[in-house]
């Protein structure tokens, strides 16, 4: 069983940053993927980010590319995600996920141990 604990979500105006936290419990960690996706009311969950597990390989939704950036200190168990210019589209519940392999994938299907969100809003 793997819990995963996001944190640092909040309230920001648009053009600001904030980074995101997301600490697993058990062994598996560093050998697997790890996601962020996010939700708005009404919508269906969608992908974000994708680490794979050496930290070698990323890859971004085309919404957040050149703005967010994924990463993950396998010492620590923590997966992050850094958010620049925020737009107020980019306002959301942020969920990170870990992966079935150690390859990220964009796929929710990919995913088998979800957070319980982090809320986002950014202001205009």
């Known amino acids: 069983q793997v819990q995963l604990v996001e944190s640092g979500g909040g309230f920001v105006q648009a053009g600001g940053s904030l980074r995101l936290s997301c600490t697993a419990s058990?062994?598996?960690?560093?050998?697997?993927?790890m996601g962020w996706f996010r939700q708005t009311p009404g919508k269906e969950r969608v992908f974000v980010a994708t680490?794979?597990?050496?930290?070698?390989?990323?890859y971004y939704a085309d919404s957040v590319k050149g703005r967010f950036t994924i990463s993950r200190d396998n010492a620590k168990n923590t997966v992050y995600l850094q958010m620049n210019s925020l737009k107020p589209e980019d306002t959301a519940v942020y969920y990170c996920?870990?992966?079935?392999?150690?390859?990220?994938?964009?796929?929710?299907?990919?995913?088998?141990?979800w957070g319980q969100g982090t809320q986002v809003t950014v202001s205009s």
């Open positions: 996920a870990a992966g079935l392999g150690s390859w990220g994938t964009s796929a929710r299907a990919n995913y088998n141990y």
């Open positions: 058990g062994r598996t960690f560093s050998s697997v993927a």
């Open positions: 680490i794979g597990s050496s930290g070698a390989r990323t």
